[in-house]
């Protein structure tokens, strides 16, 4: 049997919410995040929404010594949260075996945008960029990680922590996804016709695409025996993993879902769990149609004659995609309905594809009880991921 590995501690920052509990209050309540792109000039692009955070405080528990970009600046602030969750400090951070492990599309961005609108060179930037300004400002001496699998890249992250920490080669992770919003995801994926001009419709027969979004997610992990010693309550358990790839298309999954089936199979497998054991799926449901319907393939082959049974919902209409950033959040919000027993509903949902014949949470949460959850994230290139958490012991 493997080692436990327990979920201490949890934050976020996104377009509905500046901590863990705003996010929870907006997504049980129908909150949206759309409003026009204020980021950038949009007047040249069909598509002019998207889900922009606000405001950005500094953070308080962290002092930083250098000027950091902005998808930075929106991990600290998530991860501020998350430490003060776990009852650590930045202080103990140091003093611990402490790694970290992030997820991202874009990285710190900035600096190329800077460039390509010959506006200067700006903060330091790259995919590196933003780990590389975490690990000196707490002064970490774990293993670092830098993972860019696309918007598959916070579960992906996860995994890559999971494993540290089974190897013994730390005894707290700190791991999560983000990204900022950036004038080069928005022309990119607008180039691809993949956004949406209004609201973004998981599963839904008129969908018309994503909303990018920005954000972060991160959660503390640790391993058992030192969570024990140092006598702190689990918020959770990391009960396993799938990844695997397909390289169907650079941006199309493959519609037969074969390799997301194996994802999925592969996490329950780790998590030492029947199929009949989850109660409900976070599902990556981005709202274009080739991704939902792929997605709901993999579920109604992997839970066979119990799919109808077993809740789905998608956050995505409420925050949009927050790309690198989607699944760590996405954790967090399983934390929370594993803690309350409540199932966070798919916003905008009005008429369900014929084709993506699951049970979809539609517009209100759900009061559900439920042992253990299983979060499913995908990525172009054909990118497969599945994390399975479940409720600790004490719970």
């Not at 402490?98 to 800077?114: K, Q, V």
């Not at 993972?147 to 494993?163: L, S």
């Not at 391993?223 to 390289?247: I, K, N, T, V």
């Not at 539609?362 to 299983?374: D, M, R, T």
Request: with cysteine.
């Amino acid at each position: 049997m493997l080692e436990e590995i327990m979920v201490t501690g949890i934050g976020t920052i996104n377009p509905i919410g500046g901590n863990v509990q705003e996010l929870w209050e907006g997504l049980l309540t129908g909150k949206s995040g759309v409003k026009r792109v204020k980021s950038f000039d949009v007047s040249g692009h069909q598509n002019k929404n998207g889900c922009e955070i606000d405001t950005l405080r500094e953070p308080v528990l962290f002092e930083t010594g250098r000027t950091m970009g902005r998808a930075t600046r929106i991990f600290m602030l998530a991860l501020e949260e998350a430490v003060c969750d776990a009852g650590l400090s930045a202080e103990e951070l140091a003093r611990e075996r402490t790694g970290l492990s992030i997820g991202t599309t874009m990285g710190e961005i900035e600096p190329l945008e800077a460039a390509l609108m010959n506006k200067g060179k700006g903060v330091n930037g790259g995919p590196h960029a933003i780990a590389e300004n975490v690990a000196d400002t707490l002064k970490l001496s774990g293993p670092v990680w830098t993972i860019t699998n696309a918007c598959a890249a916070g579960n992906v992250a996860i995994a890559r922590a999971m494993e540290e920490l089974l190897a013994n080669r730390a005894d707290i992770m700190i791991v999560g996804g983000v990204d900022a919003f950036s004038w080069a995801a928005f022309t990119g994926f607008s180039s691809l016709r993949a956004m949406t001009p209004d609201l973004c419709r998981p599963f839904d027969i008129h969908r018309q695409g994503l909303i990018l979004g920005e954000g972060a997610g991160v959660l503390l992990l640790e391993r058992q025996e030192h969570l024990l010693r140092r006598g702190h309550r689990p918020r959770a358990r990391l009960m396993g993993y799938g990844l695997s790839c397909d390289a169907h298309h650079i941006t199309q999954p493959d519609p037969a879902a074969r390799s997301a089936i194996s994802s999925i199979e592969s996490a329950l497998k780790m998590a030492q769990l029947d199929k009949a054991s989850i109660g409900y799926v976070s599902a990556h449901g981005t709202g274009t149609p080739a991704n939902d319907r792929m997605e709901a393939k993999a579920l109604k082959a992997v839970f066979g004659e119990t799919t109808p049974q077993l809740p789905v919902s998608s956050i995505k209409g409420h925050i949009g995609h927050t790309l690198g950033a989607a699944s760590a959040i996405e954790a967090v919000v399983c934390v929370k309905a594993l803690e309350t027993g409540i199932l966070p509903p798919t916003l905008n949902l009005r008429e369900q594809d014929p084709e993506c014949d699951i049970n979809v949470i539609a517009n209100e949460p759900l009061c559900k009880p439920v042992e253990y959850i299983l979060s499913n994230a995908y990525a172009f290139g054909g990118i497969n991921s599945s994390i399975v958490i479940g409720k600790t012991k004490e719970n």
